[in-house]
Each structure stands twice: as structure tokens, then as C-alpha cells.
């Protein structure tokens, strides 16, 4: 899900401006709307359903999309594309079971990354970025690396498969998945420093289905499973869950 906040949209016209010129380029892609059940935060405490948009558009260089934000690939050669990029990140109000914790605001993400796909249906890539705005502690180094692949399966239906492994230093991993004295006293889970790492393991199957022309049908499955300092978080062994889920469904349009 991608929402816009004040830091975002600096980062927006930031990109932009360094990358004005591809904004002359006629843009295509999808652009929908819909709905995911997903966990309220990365320990997995509890799910809620959340509208979402569903964003894969280009214009030239530029691209914005629902899982990696807006990217420029500064650098595009024989599949190779690097550059910078600026995403959202979601953040968590500690009600409920989380209550007694602190909360976690909004905020963004701002990095760089590397991909390589040689073919439309196949790539491998890697970002590296750092959280912005909110609590200055709570803001900490962040990235992923995966691959994903598309395959057509008849009648118009497309499959895409993906599997992606997140990793976070010390003080990002801390934001989440870390209690200190304070918050165990206020919320009775067992005091736990969290360190940097891979957080998880995750997932998804994706399917689109055509509707009419240029209308589409989307959907997606994932299955994460937190690993390392995450895992043995107190918070996720008292309230949370090592292995969760994530659905999303959306209608989208092709833009010609």
C-alpha cells in the first residue's frame, strides 16, 4: 500500500526533478483499486482488512509501484537497472494486545536499488534504504532481496511468483520487535533487545485475470515466516505468530 506523506512527497518531487525528463514519455501500466487482509504490524499481533490502491506504472526511467515506490533507474543496460528509489512504510499503533508499547508512525523509506531482468517475466534484485521522519530512534537501515517469475497459463492468465527474503539493522529491528523496561512494566510483555538481521522469509503467489479489455481481475497470497532476532521477539512469542498470511485482491486498468 502506498500512502503519501509530507516525507514522501518531498521525495516524489525529489526524484522527479532529478529525473524530469522521463516524465515526457507517455505512461503505461496498471492503475486499480482494492483490498488486503494482512497483519497489523511485523509481529503479526493481529490482522485487520485495509483498502488498498494497486500502482505499476512507467514513465520512461521513472516507475511507481504498490511493492517497491517510486524508483528511477539512473542506470539501464543489457537488464541491468540501479538507482534510487523512496517507498512508504507502514507504521503501528500499540492498542489492543500491544498495548503499554510505543507506537510507530508512518514514515518513509529512502534507498537504492540493483535488478536484473534480462526478460519481461523474470528478475532478481535488491534494495538497501533507511527510514525517515517519525521518532528519529525508531529510524533504522532496511532493505530486501528476492526474485520473482512470470509465466502466462492460458486464457489470458497471468501467474507471477516471488519469493523475498527482508533484513534490517539493530535499531529497525528494535522499533518492531524490541521491549524495553519501561514497556514491559506498562504492557507485561518480558523485556527483549532485538538486533539487525533477516526479519523474514516471504512468500507470494499472484494471479491476473482478464475481465474486459484492459480491465483486470488481481490477486495474491503470502506466506511469511519471521526468522532470527524478529522470531524470538517477546512480543511475538506472547501475542504474535512466526508464520503469517497476507491476501489481496484488486481491479486494475491497462493503460495502452
Not at 75 to 92: D, S, V
Not at 206 to 226: C, G, M, Q
Request: proline fraction near 4%; hydrophobic fraction near 35%; charge should be negative.
Amino acid at each position: 500500500m502506498l500512502k503519501v506523506s509530507s516525507a514522501v512527497f518531498l521525495g516524489v518531487l525529489g526524484l522527479c526533478g532529478v529525473a524530469g525528463t522521463a516524465l515526457a514519455e507517455p505512461i503505461t501500466g496498471e492503475v486499480g483499486a482494492g483490498l488486503s487482509y494482512q497483519p497489523h504490524d511485523p509481529t503479526g499481533s493481529r490482522y485487520e482488512t485495509r483498502p488498498v490502491p494497486y500502482l505499476d506504472l512507467d514513465w520512461g526511467n521513472v516507475s511507481l509501484s504498490t511493492d517497491d515506490g517510486l524508483t528511477w533507474s539512473a542506470l539501464n543496460t543489457n537488464g541491468f537497472t540501479a538507482g534510487p528509489y523512496i517507498n512508504y512504510l507502514q507504521g503501528r499503533t500499540s492498542n489492543g494486545s500491544l498495548r503499554g508499547l510505543h507506537d510507530v508512525s508512518d514514515r518513509a523509506e529512502v534507498g537504492g536499488f540493483v535488478q536484473y531482468a534480462p526478460a519481461d517475466f523474470w528478475r532478481v534484485y535488491a534494495q538497501v534504504g533507511h527510514a525517515v521522519g517519525g521518532v528519529s530512534d525508531q529510524n533504522g537501515v532496511l532493505g530486501k532481496v528476492g526474485g520473482e517469475l512470470g509465466y502466462p497459463l492460458g486464457g489470458g492468465i497471468i501467474g507471477s511468483t516471488n519469493l523475498m527474503a527482508h533484513f534490517a539493522d539493530g535499531r529497525q529491528t528494535q522499533t518492531f520487535f524490541g521491549v524495553d523496561a519501561n514497556e514491559s512494566a506498562a504492557s507485561g510483555f518480558r523485556p527483549y533487545n532485538a538486533s539487525g538481521g533477516f526479519q523474514n522469509l516471504t512468500f507470494t503467489q499472484s494471479f491476473e485475470f482478464p475481465l474486459a479489455s484492459n480491465w483486470s481481475l488481481l490477486t495474491s497470497a503470502s506466506w511469511i515466516h519471521l526468522v532470527g532476532s524478529a522470531a524470538d521477539s517477546s512480543i511475538v512469542k506472547q501475542t504474535g505468530d512466526v508464520n503469517q498470511g497476507q491476501v489481496q485482491t484488486a481491479i486494475s486498468y491497462k493503460f495502452d
